[in-house]
């Protein structure tokens, strides 16, 4: 599968931006997806996960309650919404999908086998 990140862009803190990321190839709703970032100088983080079929979702602690994963299986499509942005949140953001076939959320760079190019969020304070 190949993924296609967008959405990315500058905005002040306190706003809200939606990443998408755009799968094509095999079977969308067979992956797990993921979303991570790499802020300047620091090494790439988990943010969110979602599962196969949507029903399951889970956050790093400092997105909770801020960020929204969500996918559309019809559109092949996997998105991020992003409210209260803080400074802190500037980073590349990348889209990541995982062929396992358990149903498990991953939340490990290692468990994901494809990943989109980034797309750049600036927040400004």
């Known amino acids: 599968v190949q993924l296609q990140a967008s959405g990315g862009g500058l905005v002040q803190a306190g706003g809200s931006l939606r990443l998408s990321c755009a799968a094509s190839g095999r079977s969308f709703s067979g992956y797990g997806l993921g979303w991570f970032r790499q802020a300047p100088g620091k090494e790439r983080e988990f943010v969110a996960a979602i599962s196969r079929s949507g029903g399951s979702t889970y956050y790093a602690d400092s997105v909770q309650a801020r960020f929204t994963i969500s996918r559309d299986n019809a559109k092949n499509t996997v998105y991020l919404q992003m409210n209260r942005l803080k400074p802190e949140d500037t980073a590349v953001y990348y889209c990541?999908?995982?062929?396992?076939?358990?149903?498990?959320?991953?939340?490990?760079?290692?468990?994901?086998?494809?990943w989109g190019q980034g797309t750049e969020v600036t927040v400004s304070s």
């Open positions: 990541a999908a995982d062929s396992g076939t358990d149903g498990r959320i991953r939340a490990h760079e290692h468990e994901y086998d494809y």
